[in-house]
């Protein structure tokens, strides 16, 4: 027996698979022969001998109707198989047909090749799914035939990507974070408390202030007195303590990655975290802490980079520490972190995030009708001050590059050695340098050069 298949698809993005659209036989044949039908397609199969009888396993896939004794139409009707045997006079078996009904992919092929003239993709249908496969110029073309396919398909799940990207630009990320903070704490009063008994009556006072500026975070100065008569006593603390502080953090992470891929880095450690106590052991969990970077970038047309960037620096800070039972002091920690999806070129900055903060506060605590008294009331109260100024800036420098030789890059290591013993002991070296690597000079002048005397 013969078979004859009419149909294809023309196209640089082209399916696999070919839905004929009409099929011929000219013999009698037990042999089951493929027959691909896409989902609410046709073939018409023209038959040399009459056809009697038509079989079809699968109804729920496949459908076939006798138009005339030598034409039968086969239709596709949702993805999956089912077989087709023709019959002819005296229930002799002419054809069989294994019918794959699958997504007629040939638009989408189409319309792939229309939008991505500049790249290679492959479309083939496998039941309900969709399978990508060739090659794409760039990481933003694969990308788009990827969501071209899971709105042809109806889900993301129906869609597989084996596309790989002719030349994929490599990007390095700098991320710039900068930091100043500035702190003034000011604690200028008198503290009285005492006791006065007369008798079974007895009254007691304290005019410490409502919050204190921590003694241990500031050099105190106090000067501290009592009284005592009786059974009454008073003292008196004069407190008077200051600190202006200025604090800077820079940190310039670099990190280099292939376009589409995800990249990661930090610089610093880990600090334990009890999470359980259980006869008479802790458990630990490390957390981390120090310079993180974490981005994915893509390289899009005309040089212009798409950055989902997620930057950290942090460091153990006693402020907010808490001691559990045990002894057990858990540390701190001081954090900027900073997240988001950006667009920029290539050596363009942009500044990501920012803050700019103040926290003022201030307080004065007193004796009430005693802190009115001419020249004696100052001491009776009490003032504390705060004022906390910070500023934060996260930038943010993508660059396209690519690889160099090992001799035109230069280490922080280059140079640098351990001085000997004299110069450690006479001169107070801790390493010695060497002369930098050579350069050329540069080209003198050509011509008589020189001074003219008249």
Do not use: C, W
């Not at 950006?342 to 920012?354: N, Q, Y």
């Not at 050695?417 to 107070?428: E, K, Y």
Request: proline letters at 5%; charged letters at 20%.
């Amino acid at each position: 027996m013969g078979i004859g298949a009419v149909g294809g698809v023309n196209g640089q993005a082209h399916a696999q698979t070919v839905f004929p659209s009409e099929v011929s036989i000219d013999g009698l044949s037990r042999q089951e022969q493929l027959l691909p039908v896409g989902v609410g397609r046709s073939v018409v199969v023209n038959s040399a001998r009459i056809v009697r009888d038509v079989l079809v396993s699968s109804p729920e896939f496949v459908d076939a109707v006798v138009r005339t004794d030598k034409k039968v139409y086969i239709f596709g009707n949702q993805p999956g198989q089912g077989t087709v045997v023709l019959f002819g006079e005296g229930g002799r078996q002419i054809a069989t047909f294994k019918v794959r009904v699958e997504q007629d992919s040939t638009d989408l092929a189409q319309l792939i090749s229309r939008l991505l003239p500049n790249s290679d993709i492959e479309v083939e249908s496998l039941n309900s799914n969709i399978i990508l496969s060739g090659v794409a110029l760039n990481a933003q073309e694969a990308q788009m035939a990827v969501d071209i396919a899971e709105r042809f398909a109806g889900s993301p799940e129906n869609v597989v990507s084996a596309v790989t990207i002719a030349e994929r630009d490599q990007v390095q990320l700098r991320v710039t974070v900068a930091e100043v903070n500035r702190t003034v704490l000011k604690q200028l009063g008198v503290n009285l408390s005492g006791a006065i008994n007369t008798g079974n009556f007895g009254v007691g006072f304290n005019t410490e202030p409502g919050f204190n500026v921590n003694p241990s975070a500031v050099n105190q100065s106090s000067l501290v007195g009592g009284f005592l008569a009786g059974g009454s006593s008073v003292s008196a603390e004069v407190r008077a303590l200051q600190r202006d502080g200025i604090a800077r953090t820079l940190a310039e992470p670099t990190l280099v990655a292939v376009s589409g891929e995800n990249a990661s880095f930090l610089a610093g450690g880990e600090f334990p975290i009890p999470t359980g106590y259980e006869d008479g052991k802790v458990s630990l969990e490390f957390k981390p802490y120090g310079v993180g970077l974490d981005f994915t970038p893509v390289v899009l047309a005309e040089g212009r980079i798409r950055l989902r960037v997620k930057t950290e620096v942090s460091e153990l800070s006693t402020d907010g520490a808490v001691s559990i039972t045990n002894g057990i002091a858990v540390s701190a920690l001081k954090v900027r972190r900073a997240e988001s999806t950006v667009e920029l070129p290539s050596g363009g900055t942009l500044v990501m995030a920012g803050l700019l903060q103040e926290d003022y506060k201030q307080e004065i605590d007193a004796t009430p009708g005693l802190k009115n008294l001419p020249i004696l009331g100052p001491l009776f109260k009490s003032r504390d001050f705060r004022n906390n100024q910070t500023e934060l800036v996260v930038f943010v420098t993508p660059y396209v590059v690519r690889p160099v030789a090992t001799a035109d890059l230069s280490r922080p290591t280059d140079n640098l050695a351990p001085p000997s013993d004299a110069s450690t002991v006479f001169l107070n070296q801790l390493n010695r340098i060497y002369n930098t690597k050579e350069v050329p000079l540069k080209g003198g002048y050509h011509g008589d050069i020189g001074y003219i005397y008249e």
